[in-house]
């Protein structure tokens, strides 16, 4: 009986209009461009982020030798900040002596 009664309703067909399958052509195009530009965005996005970051230890290297260099000269600096190379330069540059006989004036 329940044979019977599946074979007595008619099928219904449903009808796709055209309308709804150019706008699902439509909707499913633009998903796709969309998606692709994305895509094109985060591959740009990830290019620039490479290219700053070589940009960045470049700047780390040009500072280290940098530092290096200051270094360098707060060294050279205490070398001629001693005695002796006052003493040498005020002889040699600017023709200075040391005396030979000195007195202490008493007040």
């Known amino acids: 009986m329940i044979r019977e009664a599946r074979k007595t309703i008619p099928k219904k067909r449903f009808k796709v209009s055209t309308a709804n399958n150019k706008?699902?052509?439509?909707?499913?195009?633009?998903?796709?461009?969309?998606?692709?530009?994305?895509g094109l965005y985060v591959a740009a996005g990830s290019q620039n982020m490479r290219a700053l970051f070589?940009?960045?230890s470049d700047n780390?290297?040009?500072?280290?030798?940098?530092?290096?260099?200051?270094?360098?000269?707060?060294?050279?600096r205490g070398?001629?900040?001693t005695y002796q190379n006052f003493d040498r330069v005020?002889?040699?540059h600017?023709?200075?002596k040391f005396p030979e006989r000195t007195e202490q004036v008493s007040n």
């Open 94 to 96: 600017l023709n200075m």
């Open 79 to 81: 070398t001629y900040s």
């Open 90 to 92: 005020a002889e040699v």
């Open 23 to 38: 706008r699902n052509l439509l909707f499913s195009s633009a998903l796709y461009l969309g998606i692709a530009v994305s």
């Open 54 to 56: 070589q940009e960045m």
């Open 60 to 76: 780390q290297k040009y500072r280290d030798s940098l530092l290096a260099e200051h270094s360098r000269l707060l060294l050279e």
